[in-house]
Nanobody, 115 residues
Framework: QVQLVESGGGLVQAGGSLRLSCAASGNTFGINIMGWYRQAPGKERELVAT???????NYADSVKGRFTVSRDNAKNTVYLQMNSLKPEDTAVYYC?????????WGRGTRVTVSS
């Protein structure tokens, strides 16, 4: 089992920044890809960004150039630096990973961007 705990969400004005963190614990051996997803009210959960253990990143088009995903493998922690935030970034942000066929999600952290 892997436990994921997100932190760093909050309320910010448009144009502002937030940094999310997600710490993995438990049986973390075998974790490769870690990712961030988000779900806005009334919408489906969508991919925001992913990063492999080797540092290869992937971003949704909507956040490219504004968000940066990074990780500290020694701490089993993944980060999401969010800059130039827009009201449409308002959502609950979830951390995700998998070990073999088992998929794990955190409980989420809420980000609200006011206009």
């Amino acid at each position: 089992q892997v436990q994921l705990v997100e932190s760093g969400g909050g309320l910010v004005q448009a144009g502002g920044s937030l940094r999310l963190s997600c710490a993995a614990s438990g049986n973390t051996f075998g974790i490769n890809i870690m990712g961030w997803y988000r779900q806005a009210p009334g919408k489906e959960r969508e991919l925001v960004a992913t990063i492999t253990a080797g540092g290869t990143t992937n971003y949704a088009d909507s956040v490219k150039g504004r968000f940066t995903v990074s990780r500290d493998n020694a701490k089993n922690t993944v980060y999401l630096q969010m800059n130039s935030l827009k009201p449409e970034d308002t959502a609950v942000y979830y951390c995700n990973t998998n070990v073999r066929v088992n998929i794990y999600w955190g409980r989420g952290t809420r980000v609200t961007v006011s206009s």
